[in-house]
Nanobody, 119 residues
Framework: QVQLVESGGGLVQPGGSLRLSCAAS????????MGWYRQAPGKQRELVAD???????VYADSVKGRAIISRDNAKNTVFLQMNSLKPDDTAVYYC?????????????WGQGTQVTVSS
C-alpha cells in the first residue's frame, strides 16, 4: 500500500505561480512513476506531468513551458511548479503513484487539492 498526501493548492491570480507537493508513505520502494493529474468540472481527469524513478518526465502540451515536475527521493515527495497560470488551469489536482509489487502493478491516488486561477 502507498498513501499520497497533496498540499499547496489554493486561489491564484492569472499569471501567478504555485507549487504543489505530494508526499508518499507506505511501500515507497515499489513506486516507479509519480505524477500529477487534474480534473476540471465536467471534464475527464487528464495528465499534467509525470516523472519516473530515473527522472524522465512527460508533460501535457497544455502546460509545457509552464510546469516543472520534480521529485525528492530522500523525502519521498514529488513537486509540481506551475507558472503563468491561466483560468483554464483551474481544477482539482491529484497525485498519482504507479507501483510494482511483483508480478502486479498498482495505481494509487491522493485525495486531490483544489487549484483556482481567478482574479
Amino acid at each position: 500500500q502507498v498513501q499520497l498526501v497533496e498540499s499547496g493548492g489554493g486561489l491564484v491570480q492569472p499569471g501567478g505561480s504555485l507549487r504543489l507537493s505530494c508526499a508518499a508513505s507506505g511501500n515507497i520502494v515499489s513506486i516507479m512513476t509519480m505524477g500529477w493529474y487534474r480534473q476540471a468540472p465536467g471534464k475527464q481527469r487528464e495528465l499534467v506531468a509525470d516523472i519516473t524513478s530515473g527522472d524522465s518526465t512527460v508533460y501535457a502540451d497544455s502546460v509545457k513551458g509552464r510546469a516543472i515536475i520534480s521529485r525528492d527521493n530522500a523525502k519521498n515527495t514529488v513537486f509540481l511548479q506551475m507558472n503563468s497560470l491561466k483560468p483554464d488551469d483551474t481544477a482539482v489536482y491529484y497525485c498519482k503513484a504507479k507501483a510494482m509489487i511483483s508480478p502486479f502493478f498498482y495505481v494509487y491516488w491522493g485525495q486531490g487539492t483544489q487549484v483556482t486561477v481567478s482574479s
